[in-house]
């Protein structure tokens, strides 16, 4: 029997009841992504959006600092989607790269932002150490290899043929 990989009873992200302006400022987002040929997630947008407004309800938050970023990435969305009986969505470092890049189209950062390298970084580093997790959690001593090419190899040096 196969076990279900996700709650097929969660209620989606974007389908969460929310203020008219964020609907319309997520709409907006959505097109120019389409547009532009960037990825995006309606359910990860949705969170993000959800998230950012929280401290101001109704209101799209325009400040963006990589302390505000890690801690939306590292405990705000999952304790969002937790709070709401929705599933934490897949895409979430692609679409909140993507949405950045929409603020940052429109001009639309608060003055006292951080700058898009920094916000950009943030997300790289967010993105490096859920790689580790996974890494450290597959390569621990308890797990069972499944395969010989997951155990890790110790190869001969190569040497020049002359």
């Not at 959006?49 to 929280?54: D, G, M, P, T």
């Not at 599933?87 to 993507?98: A, K, N, Q, S, W």
């Not at 932002?113 to 993105?127: F, G």
Request: hydrophobic residues 40%; proline residues 4%.
């Amino acid at each position: 029997m196969m076990k279900r990989m996700f709650d097929s009873t969660a209620v989606r992200a974007s389908a969460v009841p929310t203020a008219s302006a964020l609907r319309r400022h997520r709409s907006a987002v959505l097109r120019w992504s389409l547009a532009h040929g960037h990825a995006v997630d309606r359910d990860s947008l949705a969170v993000i959006i959800s998230v950012a407004s929280q401290a101001r309800p109704g209101e799209v938050h325009l400040l963006w600092t990589s302390e505000q970023l890690n801690a939306l990435l590292n405990e705000d969305c999952s304790n969002w989607c937790s709070g709401r009986g929705v599933r934490y969505p897949d895409g979430l470092t692609t679409t909140i790269t993507t949405y950045l890049r929409y603020l940052c189209a429109h001009r639309l950062f608060s003055a006292d932002s951080d700058s898009m390298t920094a916000l950009k970084r943030s997300v790289a580093d967010y993105e490096k150490e859920q790689c580790q997790r996974l890494n450290e959690h597959f390569n621990s001593k308890g797990a069972k290899a499944r395969h010989p090419t997951s155990k890790q190899q110790f190869l001969a040096p190569v040497l020049p043929l002359y």
